[in-house]
């Protein structure tokens, strides 16, 4: 059997048996099993080497199926829903005892979200419960955007990897929450500061920088690829590095060389450089330079979440 496919059916089996399956979305890939059954839930932290302090989201069909595992907290989290689902938002929602706590780990609120992509939302069709699914990769390292990268870092340790192509957004969800009425953002991802304030009015950056296990996905030391990465302004770090076999990862029209180039995008487009970012990182990563060097990029829509990004990244 080959472990990659578009076989719908038969991820939907190793989902039910409670074995995990890695599925696309529009975001990044996730490594996904029964977000009800316990033991399978374990099982995608062990497969991660990921610290049980650190919650999984949980994958809905569509936004009704929220009365199942959670409480409406706030009109405006109700709004982002509407307009943003399936997409790249995840909201943080007291939950219902139906979500085992392993999936929280032990918090009050759960992480969900309908992800955009029709494979998945067919996958999610042919189930009776959601998926916990956190970004198939290692923990810490880049997260994948195409079943090729899960397949290097995970063959082993998934049943089967559904195929869903290159993703379209390439950067996690958005994270957001209602803490003492107010609209936390807690994670910057796939949907923009901007449209969120469009559609609600005022929200607060609540991006956590430290250990603190309530969005460990901001942990610092996240992101990271296995070379020494430096961010910031290129061509002076190029010049600090000079003596160094240098892997470089461009934004928009520029003169700059090293050994190894990358340009997230040349038409410095801001949404074609997040769907870049990972694969050029993980290249740039396997390529045989010893340090990466990355350029900040403008720090307006998606920019604000590749720039946070490279910032987690960097040593
Ligand atoms: O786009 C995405 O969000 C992808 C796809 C697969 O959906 N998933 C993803 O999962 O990025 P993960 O586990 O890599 O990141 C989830 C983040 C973690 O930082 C986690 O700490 C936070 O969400 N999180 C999950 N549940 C939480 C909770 N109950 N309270 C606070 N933070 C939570
Ligand atoms: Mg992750």
Redesign the pocket.
Known sequence: MEQIGKNIDLAAKFLKEGDLVAIPSETVYGLAANALNEKAVFSIFTAKNRPHFDPLIVHIKNAEQIDLYAEWEDDRLKKLADKFWPGPLTLLLQKKEIIPDIVTSGLSRVALRVPNHELALDLLNKLEFPLAA??A?PFGYI?PTTAQHVQDQLADRVAYILDGGACRVGL?STIVGVEDGKILIYRLGGLSVEEIKNAIGDVTLSLIESSDPKAP?QLKS?YAPKKPLYFGDAEKLMQQHSNKKIALLLFGKTNLKSDFNFNLSEKADVLEAAKNLFDMLRQADNSEAEIVIAQLVPDENLGKAINDRLKRAAV
């Open positions: 956190p970004s990769n997260s996690e996905g996240h």
